[in-house]
């Protein structure tokens, strides 16, 4: 069992508990690609994951994590690396639901067991109307400068003429 599936076992216990989650996106896999075969564990993998914005309608980010093989990779245990790369983009018309701060989280995930967790964040660029995620890996102790950064235009969609400027969203 991996750790993805550990955490997702743990939140179904705590959720079973009563015990509340904040309120970011669930992700969606979309397919995984080996890059290091290993002969009786499982392999190292590349994971592609899709994630909608839960405050702004019509924003899909998929984002790319490495995931470790071996025998901490199938028990569990093993401390995913830092990289991790990020591409959001207008699926549809722009709908803000409610205020956001600018930095708010999107979505958020653990990367080990304790140090580290990996967090997509929002924000708005006010000039420019345009909506800005960046995802990056923390770690308790020394901090960690992986990171990457995507850019969405908030634009007409179809017919619709009127776009919602996001600066009247950020509190």
Same mark, same amino acid.
């Given at each position: 069992?991996?750790?993805?599936?550990?955490?997702?076992?743990?939140?179904?216990?705590?959720?079973?508990?009563g015990?509340?989650?904040?309120?970011?996106?669930?992700?969606d #896999? @979309?397919?995984? &690609?080996?890059?290091?075969w290993k002969?009786?564990t499982?392999?190292?993998?590349?994971a592609? +994951?899709? =994630?909608?914005?839960p405050?702004?309608e019509?924003?899909a980010?998929?984002?790319?994590v490495?995931e470790?093989?071996?025998v901490?990779g199938?028990?569990?245990?093993?401390?995913?690396?830092?990289?991790?790369?990020?591409?959001?983009?207008?699926?549809?018309p722009v709908?803000?639901?409610?205020k956001f701060?600018?930095?708010?989280v999107v979505?958020r995930?653990?990367?080990? #067991? @304790?140090?580290? &967790?990996?967090?997509?964040?929002?924000?708005?660029?006010?000039?420019?109307?345009?909506?800005? +995620?960046? =995802?990056?890996?923390d770690?308790?102790?020394d901090g960690?400068?992986?990171?990457s950064t995507?850019?969405?235009?908030i634009?007409?969609?179809?017919?619709?003429?009127?776009?919602?400027?996001?600066?009247?969203?950020?509190?």
């Amino acid at each position: 069992m991996s750790f993805r599936h550990c955490l997702l076992a743990l939140s179904s216990l705590l959720a079973l508990a009563g015990v509340a989650a904040p309120a970011v996106a669930q992700e969606d #896999l @979309i397919f995984r &690609k080996s890059t290091v075969w290993k002969m009786l564990t499982p392999d190292d993998k590349l994971a592609v +994951y899709g =994630v909608d914005d839960p405050v702004v309608e019509g924003v899909a980010c998929h984002y790319t994590v490495p995931e470790k093989g071996g025998v901490s990779g199938m028990f569990g245990v093993a401390e995913e690396v830092s990289e991790v790369s990020l591409a959001c983009r207008q699926v549809g018309p722009v709908k803000i639901k409610e205020k956001f701060s600018q930095g708010d989280v999107v979505f958020r995930e653990r990367r080990s #067991l @304790i140090w580290k &967790k990996m967090q997509i964040v929002r924000g708005c660029d006010t000039k420019r109307n345009v909506l800005i +995620y960046m =995802v990056y890996t923390d770690k308790l102790i020394d901090g960690s400068p992986q990171n990457s950064t995507s850019s969405v235009p908030i634009m007409p969609w179809g017919g619709m003429g009127d776009v919602p400027k996001c600066s009247e969203w950020v509190k």
